[in-house]
């Protein structure tokens, strides 16, 4: 299959005008099309792309009663010469399909994922505003269709991509709290997985979080709460004296795009990177030494997010202020990378 094997029904007219492109919130502005593709018993129909609007599904189908619904977050950006780029889409793509095999869901063949995307984001172009610090937010995703309550995979499936412009993830100041009683995921289950659930398996404890003043839980490990793992909506490292720590990708952590990246990026450097399980102790030694100098989160909807403090059994630990922040460098190195202001040496990004 290539971009021509799909079918393309144009909106009538764009909302685009009607956006504040300035004051945007993330994720509450969508472009006018988006992509389905459904699969019926074993079989990839077609994909469309049509006017972004609701659709019907039957109240039975299994993504409301087993939440079988896995997603992928990437971003497209513009460069000075008006062309969109995509920063390694091979990568989100197999993370798709492997989370697709954890959900016991249909693998979503290459040629509709990524001529799909690059289709819709032709058509979206002028969604894809210039500029460092704006891209337009790629949301993948795919749900079982499939109707009726047994507690069994759905036989029908719908992959999708919607679209929306982005600015910033977090607006403020980030203050985490370490997760002491409740995990995000443990061995054996879904936390490598880019499922719905593992998200909204946060929700309640980072709701206690945000009520206690923290945006973010940084999760530990759920069997011994004693090793420092991710932070959910984004991989975490920390900077102890001059080394970078940030804990190997498991059955309990994402495999983020962004995360490794940034390793690739530190260590040719020179930057001391070392991919090991932190302790919470450790992390508190070094709080109280002196030598933690930085903590920061790293995914593709936050790109590189300093954090300026921590709590930990009710402690709140201040980090210092860096005139020069590995966290800020590593960050302005991948954006000249995406935005095509710096040569991409490691070849990751894809024109669509
Ligand atoms: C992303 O960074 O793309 C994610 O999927 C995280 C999400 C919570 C916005």
Known sequence: MNENDITVNLASTSKIDSVDFENLIFGTVFTDHM??????????????????EPFLIDPSAKVFHYGQAIF?????????????????????????NKSAV??????????????????????????????????????????????????????FYRFMIILSPAKSYYSGEVKVIIAEHYSRAANGG?????????????????????????????????????????????????????????????????????RKSLIDMA??????????????????????????????GAGTAAVVNPIVGFSYKEKYYELPKLENPIALQLKEKLNNIQYKLAEDTFGWTVKV
């Not at 992509?35 to 972004?52: A, H, S």
């Not at 513009?78 to 969109?84: A, L, P």
């Not at 704006?134 to 047994?150: C, D, E, K, W």
């Not at 001391?272 to 030494?289: G, K």
Request: overall charge negative; proline content about 5%; aromatic content about 10%.
């Open 102 to 155: 954890r959900l016991a869901m249909p693998e979503v063949p290459e040629s509709v994922f990524m001529d799909g995307l690059k289709k819709l984001l032709q058509i979206e172009k002028a969604w894809v505003k210039t500029g460092k610090g704006n891209s337009l937010y790629i949301r993948p995703f795919m749900i079982a269709t499939g109707p009726g309550v047994v507690a069994a995979p759905a036989n």
């Open 72 to 96: 992928e977050g990437m971003k497209a950006y513009k460069d000075e010469h008006d062309d969109v780029w995509l920063f390694r889409p091979d990568q989100n793509f197999e993370r798709f």
């Open 190 to 258: 879904i936390g490598a997985a880019k499922a719905a659930g593992n998200y909204s398996a946060q929700f309640y404890p980072t709701k206690l979080a945000n009520e206690m003043g923290y945006q973010q839980i940084i999760w530990t490990d759920d069997a011994t709460h004693t090793k420092l793992e991710e932070a959910g909506t984004m991989n975490v490292f920390f900077r102890i004296n001059d080394t970078l720590y940030t804990a190997p990708t498991s059955e309990r952590i994402l495999d983020g795009v962004t």
């Open 267 to 296: 260590k040719r450097e020179g930057i001391n990177v070392e991919v090991r399980s932190v302790l919470v102790d450790e992390l508190i030694q070094a709080a109280e030494d002196g030598s933690l100098k930085e903590i920061f």
């Open 35 to 52: 992509l389905i593709c459904d699969y019926k018993q074993g079989v990839w129909e077609k994909p469309v792309i049509k006017p972004y």
